[in-house]
């Protein structure tokens, strides 16, 4: 755990990362609220951090915002520090408490809404707003939080007709209010999400489909953790009618998170804490969600693999498969960046890692970065399946031992396009319990 918090603080001042689940691992992101803005995904996520030495650290801590965008398939942009808690113009100072935020565009401004501890002591917290031109700011903070709204994680509805709510809320009632056109008031007193079922709830967050209003939130039931569970109504107001789990509890602890469509696919997207094995250290998290005929939805399995799509000269994290056969995954050992790798492999072990867009097939080599400690055999990387169309192959050769990196590369043996399923098969002697450590593959022109 030690040698993790330390890779994560060395990685840091890295600001574009690549992963598939989760999406970012040189910080911990939490509470991720994504948005596609014309045409771009973005997610705007809270920030777990460990507290640092002699703070007395709240249960989560906190300190300021990142936000992020999906630049090719695979590739998330780090912007940086979008707010600190000492920014906050009402806010509490070194509260480490900048929970939940969310943004929402209206016309051509970008609306951010974020809670904090307020200075007058009147909440556990307010919610305030900025203001911006772009979607990643810099954002104009408001010199006041929103008056007649107290509480934690703000979602945000903007309906078709431009009438924006608020939804907003954490304990055993979720609140809802209609905002002023100026998007920085409300236009009427919050009134209770009507139809939710018993129990603690949060991370409210609405979104439109088909005239039907999604209400989705956090919420623990008596006997269980946190699950992801919704309700429908035909008003953005409710009441509304509870329709079951999105997710079952994925291993106790908070699941906020949100809905969006992105090039025609819904996806959700959640926090789990698989990097730091402890839940309040949380990492944002993404996967495909599909409606039913009758517009229920189907529950969401959390996978390692998520929604993403690497491209030319994006890094292919294999360990984050749809399949492995006769290998293991684990953290990666020696100087890498933090991740995974697939390792313990042997003669005809397999990965299989699904939908790598190989485009108009203008991609010559493959790379591999690999560690090794022996000397024998070679993997190939085949498409769709074990015996499939072989297109690389990679040969076997020390690389100084089990935690020293080095990349490989070799030419593509076939013009390959569009997205693909690839399987990587490795080979070694009969007996052997490893041939080599991979971390992870690129396609270059
Ligand atoms: O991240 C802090 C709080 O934990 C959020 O505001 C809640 O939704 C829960 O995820």
Redesign the pocket.
């Known amino acids: 755990m030690k040698k993790l918090l330390l890779l994560l603080t060395i990685c840091v001042i890295v600001n574009i990362t690549t992963a598939q689940n989760p999406l970012v691992t040189h910080i911990y992101t ?2 991720p609220t994504a948005r596609v803005f014309d045409g771009k995904l973005y997610v705007y996520p ?1 920030h777990d951090i460990v507290p640092p030495e002699g703070t007395k650290a709240p249960r ?1 801590c ?1 300190p300021d915002y990142h936000l992020f965008s999906l630049e090719g398939g695979n590739t998330w942009k780090d912007y940086g520090v979008v707010l600190d808690q000492n920014e906050v113009p009402w806010g509490e100072k070194n509260s480490y408490g900048m ?2 935020p969310d943004c929402i565009k209206r016309g051509d401004t970008y609306y951010y809404y974020y809670p904090a501890k307020p200075l007058d002591g009147s909440s556990f917290r307010r919610i305030g707003v900025g203001t911006s031109k772009s979607p990643t700011g810099p954002f104009k903070w408001e010199k006041s939080y929103i008056k007649g709204v107290s509480g ?2 703000p979602g945000l509805l903007l309906d078709d007709n431009g009438k924006a709510y608020l939804y907003f809320g ?1 304990g055993k009632e979720l609140f809802v209010a209609p905002l002023k056109d100026n998007m920085k008031e409300i236009a009427a007193e919050p009134i209770k999400v009507e139809g939710l079922p018993a129990g603690y709830k ?2 409210s967050f609405c979104f439109k489909k088909d005239g039907k209003y999604y209400f989705t939130f ?1 919420h623990v039931f008596a006997d269980e953790g946190y699950s992801i569970g919704y309700a429908t109504s035909d008003n953005p107001l409710g009441p509304f009618q509870y329709q079951g789990k999105i997710m079952d509890n994925i291993n106790n602890g ?1 699941n ?1 998170h949100s809905v969006v469509n992105y090039n025609g696919r819904w996806i959700l997207f959640y926090h789990f804490w698989q990097i730091s094995g402890y839940n309040k250290l949380r990492s944002m998290c993404a996967d495909y969600m599909e409606f039913k005929k009758d517009g229920t939805i189907k529950k969401v399995k959390p996978t390692m693999r998520g929604i993403n799509s690497p491209t030319f000269g994006e890094e292919i994290q294999v360990d984050r498969h749809n399949g492995i056969k006769g290998a293991n995954t684990s953290f990666v050992s020696g100087d890498e960046p933090l991740g995974w790798m697939v390792c313990d492999t042997k003669m005809m072990s397999t990965v299989q890692f699904n939908s790598v867009d190989f485009a108009d097939g203008s991609a010559t080599k493959m790379q591999a970065r690999v560690a090794c400690g022996q000397r024998i055999g070679h993997f190939e990387v085949r498409i769709g399946n074990s015996k499939g169309k072989l297109i690389a192959k990679f040969p076997i050769k020390s690389t100084g031992g089990w935690s020293s990196w080095e990349t490989i590369e070799t030419p593509l043996l076939e013009k390959v396009t569009g997205k693909q399923n690839i399987v990587v098969v490795f080979h070694s002697d009969w007996g052997s319990t490893k041939a080599v450590n991979l971390n992870w593959l690129k396609i270059v022109k």
Do not use: K, P, V
Request: charged share 20%; proline share 0%.
């Open positions: 939490a509470d809270s989560f906190m929970w939940a934690i994680d954490g949060e991370g956090a908070t906020h």
